[in-house]
């Protein structure tokens, strides 16, 4: 009974107990995919703007399900035990808030307009040196997201980490309340989502709301070095939070970059925690890294434990698959250089890769080349923003760049001739030109929204030239 993750007594009382079938002594884990679902798990059907779980509950049977939780309206015959509720969403609500409830984990909660999931992944090698540790998967952040991952916090975890996004105000209160941090880090703010909100501050605002969950003698985590410092600082008082932890470059952060030098392969890092110099490798190249690093460390030390030892786990830290994971491939009897940026954009994390291609040692790429998809939801200021990436890419000595998308033609048309590859509207017109553009000792970056579908652009160039061995070390995304 105690390897279950839930007894059938804590989901009837979590949930209640209309039931029919041969309810199980309990579940090994909770699932709202039938594609990903384990033998011996909960299917939750989820009602989702495209599809119905409810019309894979059979499937999920199929596939092994100990038991499903269904609508009260649902009434086809099934072959296994169903959990009837009001709404399954909220069933995943109240499953979370349970998980919670019952756990003596130390929790870290991350929100910001960007780098999430790449400091979730660092908390995670950084806390499994220190204990067992609970992280959301991928970037399950949203309404389902979060209460997902709640529900799979294993009873006994020491700590978990979950991420917290939203593209619009008020989106994130209810999560953060569910999740109920001790410790909560806002990243940066930066112009994501725009499209949304009318100014920048209004984002950060809005990213605020993560203080609302905050447990009494906890802490937040706030970038001393971003605009929006002095703001959230003071709706971090507002909300009760008596801790604030600062990282970055200035001088007054409790959490602080003394020096880095990087490298194709990643950065070190000299640092200050609360006036104790220590050093640490990191595994990723990336300012940006390096500073989302500062916050999950100072996270980890306001958690009481030994963040410096922690800090030894980020030489293992490598960029997931989508957000700057590096593979060497094999052309025209040398080698290329590829960064996969596809997942996702907007213009600080365009200017972070951007930074990341131009600080490649000279022998790394005989051309560094940037291939650029759409950034998307940036509203009336689209354009300008996108044409003020030609001012990054010449600071940055970026020789080459390939655009795809209507949005990105504003950057083609801001760039010098020198350093225009190619435009098309989209991805899959441009695979073919930019695949017989490639020669040895290219580096190329790919990187747009996961709209602009850019991931095709980096499949295209793993199918046509075979990896080299060894490959690159990259972290599960």
């Given at each position: 009974m105690?390897?279950?993750?839930?007894?059938?007594?804590?989901?009837?009382?979590?949930?209640?107990?209309?039931?029919?079938?041969?309810?199980?002594?309990?579940?090994?884990?909770?699932?709202?995919?039938?594609?990903?679902?384990?033998?011996?798990?909960?299917?939750?059907?989820?009602?989702g703007e495209r599809t119905d779980g409810h019309e894979y509950i059979e499937k999920a049977f199929e596939a092994g399900a100990a038991l499903a939780v269904v609508e009260a309206g649902y009434d086809?015959?099934?072959?296994?035990?169903?959990?009837?509720?009001?709404?399954?969403?909220?069933?995943?609500?109240?499953?979370?808030?349970a998980g919670r409830q019952r756990s003596k984990a130390r929790i870290v909660a991350v929100t910001g307009s960007v780098g999430k999931t790449g400091t979730k992944e660092m908390l995670r090698l950084m806390l499994s040196r220190l204990g067992s540790v609970h992280v959301s998967e991928k970037s399950y952040n949203n309404h389902w997201g979060v209460p997902l991952s709640l529900s799979r916090l294993p009873r006994d975890a020491d700590y978990a980490v979950f991420e917290i996004g939203m593209n619009h105000a008020g989106e994130i209160t209810p999560l953060t309340q569910m999740v109920r941090p001790n410790a909560a880090i806002i990243t940066t703010i930066a112009p994501v989502h725009i499209e949304f909100f009318e100014t920048v501050a209004a984002i950060a605002e809005a990213k605020a709301e993560i203080f609302a969950g905050v447990t009494p003698g906890g802490a937040v985590i706030l970038n001393r070095d971003n605009e929006h410092?002095?703001?959230?600082?003071?709706?971090a008082g507002e909300a009760g939070v008596t801790r604030i932890v600062r990282f970055g470059s200035a001088g007054d952060a409790e959490c602080r970059l003394?020096?880095?030098?990087?490298?194709?392969?990643?950065?070190?890092?000299?640092?200050?925690l609360f006036g104790i110099a220590f050093a640490y490798r990191l595994g990723a190249p990336g300012e940006h890294l390096a500073m989302n690093s500062l916050a999950a460390i100072a996270a980890i030390q306001v958690l009481g434990s030994d963040a410096i030892h922690a800090s030894g786990a980020l030489a293992?830290?490598?960029?997931?698959?989508?957000?700057?994971?590096?593979?060497?491939?094999?052309?025209?009897?040398?080698?290329?250089?590829?960064?996969?940026?596809?997942?996702?954009?907007?213009?600080?994390?365009?200017?972070?890769?951007?930074?990341?291609?131009?600080?490649?040692p000279e022998n790394e790429g005989a051309r560094r080349i940037a291939v650029l998809g759409d950034m998307l939801e940036l509203g009336v200021q689209s354009d300008a923003l996108?044409?003020?990436?030609?001012?990054?890419?010449?600071?940055?000595?970026?020789?080459l760049v390939y655009c795809s998308g209507r949005r990105m033609a504003a950057l083609f048309a801001a760039?010098?001739?020198?350093?225009?590859?190619?435009?098309?509207?989209?991805?899959?017109?441009?695979?073919?030109?930019?695949?017989?553009?490639?020669?040895?000792?290219?580096?190329?970056?790919?990187?747009?929204?996961?709209?602009?579908?850019?991931?095709?652009?980096?499949?295209?160039?793993?199918?046509?030239?075979?990896?080299?061995?060894?490959?690159?070390?990259?972290?599960?995304?």
């Amino acid at each position: 009974m105690d390897d279950l993750l839930w007894t059938a007594e804590e989901l009837t009382a979590a949930l209640g107990e209309d039931w029919s079938g041969e309810l199980p002594k309990g579940v090994n884990g909770v699932s709202i995919d039938t594609r990903t679902l384990q033998p011996g798990d909960l299917f939750v059907a989820i009602r989702g703007e495209r599809t119905d779980g409810h019309e894979y509950i059979e499937k999920a049977f199929e596939a092994g399900a100990a038991l499903a939780v269904v609508e009260a309206g649902y009434d086809a015959v099934s072959t296994g035990a169903l959990l009837r509720v009001a709404d399954t969403l909220e069933a995943l609500n109240a499953l979370g808030r349970a998980g919670r409830q019952r756990s003596k984990a130390r929790i870290v909660a991350v929100t910001g307009s960007v780098g999430k999931t790449g400091t979730k992944e660092m908390l995670r090698l950084m806390l499994s040196r220190l204990g067992s540790v609970h992280v959301s998967e991928k970037s399950y952040n949203n309404h389902w997201g979060v209460p997902l991952s709640l529900s799979r916090l294993p009873r006994d975890a020491d700590y978990a980490v979950f991420e917290i996004g939203m593209n619009h105000a008020g989106e994130i209160t209810p999560l953060t309340q569910m999740v109920r941090p001790n410790a909560a880090i806002i990243t940066t703010i930066a112009p994501v989502h725009i499209e949304f909100f009318e100014t920048v501050a209004a984002i950060a605002e809005a990213k605020a709301e993560i203080f609302a969950g905050v447990t009494p003698g906890g802490a937040v985590i706030l970038n001393r070095d971003n605009e929006h410092y002095e703001l959230l600082a003071t709706r971090a008082g507002e909300a009760g939070v008596t801790r604030i932890v600062r990282f970055g470059s200035a001088g007054d952060a409790e959490c602080r970059l003394v020096a880095i030098n990087p490298s194709a392969e990643g950065s070190s890092v000299e640092a200050e925690l609360f006036g104790i110099a220590f050093a640490y490798r990191l595994g990723a190249p990336g300012e940006h890294l390096a500073m989302n690093s500062l916050a999950a460390i100072a996270a980890i030390q306001v958690l009481g434990s030994d963040a410096i030892h922690a800090s030894g786990a980020l030489a293992e830290f490598g960029a997931p698959a989508g957000r700057g994971a590096q593979t060497r491939h094999t052309i025209d009897g040398g080698a290329l250089l590829l960064i996969d940026e596809a997942y996702n954009a907007n213009p600080a994390s365009m200017s972070a890769a951007l930074k990341v291609l131009g600080s490649l040692p000279e022998n790394e790429g005989a051309r560094r080349i940037a291939v650029l998809g759409d950034m998307l939801e940036l509203g009336v200021q689209s354009d300008a923003l996108h044409a003020g990436l030609a001012t990054v890419i010449e600071e940055n000595g970026v020789d080459l760049v390939y655009c795809s998308g209507r949005r990105m033609a504003a950057l083609f048309a801001a760039l010098p001739e020198a350093r225009r590859g190619l435009w098309a509207g989209t991805s899959e017109a441009l695979q073919q030109p930019l695949l017989e553009a490639l020669g040895s000792g290219d580096a190329v970056m790919i990187k747009g929204s996961l709209g602009s579908r850019m991931g095709v652009l980096v499949e295209a160039i793993k199918t046509k030239f075979p990896q080299c061995t060894p490959p690159a070390k990259n972290a599960a995304a």
